[in-house]
C-alpha cells in the first residue's frame, strides 16, 4: 500500500467520524469513497459494508478497479459500490463522494420533494436545483443508472426514501456541499411550513451557477 493511499484511507475514515458526529449517519450508515489517479490507471477506495465507523480502520477501507473488483482489503465493498463507479466514469471532474442519511435531505426525499434555488449560498456548491432521483432499491443497478442520470453536472441529489448524495473534487469538497444541502433542506423544510418559499431571480441563479463553475474549475469544492 503506497503512502498516497494509506493517507486518503484515513481521511475516508475521518470523514465516516464528522458523518457520525453532524448526524448525518448512524452506525454504518450510508458510504463514502474517493477515485485515486497515479500512473494512468484509476482505483476506487471505498468504505466497507456494515462496519460501525466507530470501529472502522484505513486497513478496512477497499480498494476497487473501475468495474468494481476488489484489488486490495478482505471485507466486502458497500453495496453502492455501482453507484459510485458510475458517477466516476460519468463524471470526470469527481474524485470524492459522500451518501448520507441526513435528516432533512431524507425527509424531503421521502416526499420526493425537490429543493428549488431558494437562498444564494447553495447554487456555487451544488449547481442550482436540487432534484430527487427515481426510485431504484439500494444497490441496485436501476438506482446507479437513475442518479447518474439525475445529477447531471451537479454536485448533488437526492435519493428517494433514502438521504442524499454529495460529490467533489476532494473529501474535504464533497463534505461541504453537504453541509450546505443538509442546510437548504432544513430552510426549505422550516420555510414550507408556513408557506410556500419564493424562489432567487433566474438572473441571480445564473449568475451563481457562474460561480459554480468557477468553483468546479478551480477544484475548490
Known sequence: ???????????????CLKLLEKDHVLGSAGN????????????????????NYTMMEPKD??????EGQVIEGERN?????DLHLGIYK??????A??????????VLSTLKLSIPPII???????????????????????????????????????????????CGSSLEGAFTVLEYLE??????YMARIIKEPNVLPEDTVEFEKEVFEVFKESKKI
Open 90 to 95: 460519468a463524471r470526470d471532474d469527481v474524485d
Open 77 to 81: 465493498p458497500s453495496v453502492e459500490k
Open 120 to 166: 444564494e449560498e447553495l447554487i456555487p456548491y451544488v449547481g442550482g436545483e436540487i432534484t430527487c432521483a427515481e426510485y431504484g432499491e439500494a444497490g441496485s443497478e436501476e438506482l446507479a443508472q437513475n442518479v447518474v442520470e439525475s445529477l447531471g453536472e451537479k454536485n448533488a441529489i437526492l435519493l428517494p426514501n433514502h438521504g442524499n448524495l454529495c
Open 61 to 66: 477501507v477497499l480498494t476497487l478497479n473501475m
Open 32 to 51: 463514502v469513497s474517493v477515485r485515486v489517479r497515479e500512473e494512468n490507471e484509476e482505483h476506487v477506495l471505498i468504505t466497507p459494508s456494515g462496519v
Open 1 to 15: 500500500m503506497s503512502e498516497k493511499i494509506l493517507e486518503l484511507k484515513k481521511e475516508i475514515v475521518k470523514t
Open 97 to 106: 463522494i459522500i451518501h448520507a442519511h441526513s435528516i432533512y435531505s431524507t
Open 183 to 188: 442546510r437548504g433542506a432544513k430552510i426549505y
